[in-house]
């Protein structure tokens, strides 16, 4: 039996949209479960859409989310030749033909579906009359001679038998008249290339499936097998686009998804293992399968992918999602200095609590990030006559305290309590306000030991509070 060998083929026209994420996932896993190869296929014979920082990012995407790709990334530009060569044995053995329809008789072609409400198919015009009827100003295209008669099956590993009438199948172009081959045919001649044993990709390519069928048929090749995978929809229904708010790993990385969380997110849209949802790589890997894959689209839902994220920034190791916070803060936001990681990393174990994403850990440890207290404006103006007496008697009191900890503060603030005649909140919420600038945060314990004596000795005596 052949070694299973997958691969993901993007092209580098935008940034790696989620879904060709997804698709990338699968067949690495697949492979990785089946003992096989995954490979990287960079389709850029799009010559003016694609860009090199497309390909790099798609590069940079993959490596961020975790999946590797066996050897060097395979570049289709540099296999033209190949491609051309495989047209012309097409071409030799009856398989293909040279098309001399002008532009205008294919519009005119096009039109008249249109009028009829029925689907465009070229009228293989050209099929069978002979090179000496051909038109000498006209520069040809070549077509691939479709099969016209009967049926065609496709044994789906995720859809199951696919049955479609050969006569829908156009006599598709394989050579454009500038000479420069189309996607089924380069697709086709890569896999072949490649040794590809599955091809697993979205649902949107079947029609592409059943023409590089004929393609792979003509020319005698072992065929691969096939896996449509159903596309990801929008919350709302619609099929997600590239255009769609959260649609890039950029969009995550940005607002603090971990790649863990996230690849778990989508191991999970459009897959499943009995009730299982929290998987490591590992388990990914070896539990992975086709069979699992669903029939129908998923919906990308965001407060899911929140969700997922909460548990690993609670679950996972806590120098782990340090070096993620540390790492995310230089890249989006602004990098940390040196003398405060160690209150951040000695805060995680409270700053983390309710965070949903790496920008709200940020967030919540802002009060330490930053040197001087940024004031709610609505907040400070809580602070009257009262609060300000709680804050001085504190500071008082706190002046004495050698090393701050809950059990040396905890009879200090009972004290105010009782001698302020208030409650916790009437200690606690002017004194949250005077150290971070704000009434909402972590604990006031939490806050105090954290920033040090020094540092709330001297944020309790801001001018601002007095």
Known sequence: MKKVATRFAPSPTGPLHIGGVRTALFNWLYSKNQNGSFYLRIEDTDKERSKDKYKNQIIQSLKWIGINYDGEEYVQSKKIEDHIKVVNELLKKGYAYKCYCSSEEIEEQKKRAKQKKIPYIYNRKWRDK??????????????????????????????????????????????????????????????????????????????????????????????????HIPLIHTIEGKKLSKRDKASTLDDYSKIGIMPDALRNYLLRLGWSNKD???????????????????????????SRILSMNEHYIKNIDENNLFNQLIAYCKLYKSEIKPDKKDKIKNSLIFLKNKAKTLEDIFNNGQYIILDEVNFNQDDIELIDDKAKKVISDFSAKFSRVDKPSKETLEPIVSELIKSNDTNFKGVGQPLRIALTGSKFGPGIYDIIISLGKEEVTKRLTNKKLS
């Open 130 to 227: 002979k090179e000496a009827d051909a038109p000498k100003d006209i520069k040809p295209v070549i077509r691939f001679k479709s099969k016209i008669d009967g049926t065609s099956v496709l044994k789906d590993l995720v859809q199951g038998d696919v049955e479609i009438d050969n006569n829908a199948i156009e006599d598709f172009i394989i050579l454009r008249n500038d000479g420069t081959p189309t996607y089924n045919l380069s697709a086709s001649v890569d896999d072949h290339l490649m040794n590809m044993t599955h091809i697993i990709r979205g649902d949107d390519h079947k029609i592409n499936t059943f023409k590089q069928i004929q393609i792979y048929q003509a020319m005698k090749w072992e065929l691969p097998s096939f896996a």
């Open 276 to 302: 299982k949802e929290i998987f490591t790589l590992d388990e990914s890997i070896k539990y992975f399968n086709l069979e699992g894959i669903g029939k129908s689209p998923s919906k990308l839902d965001m």
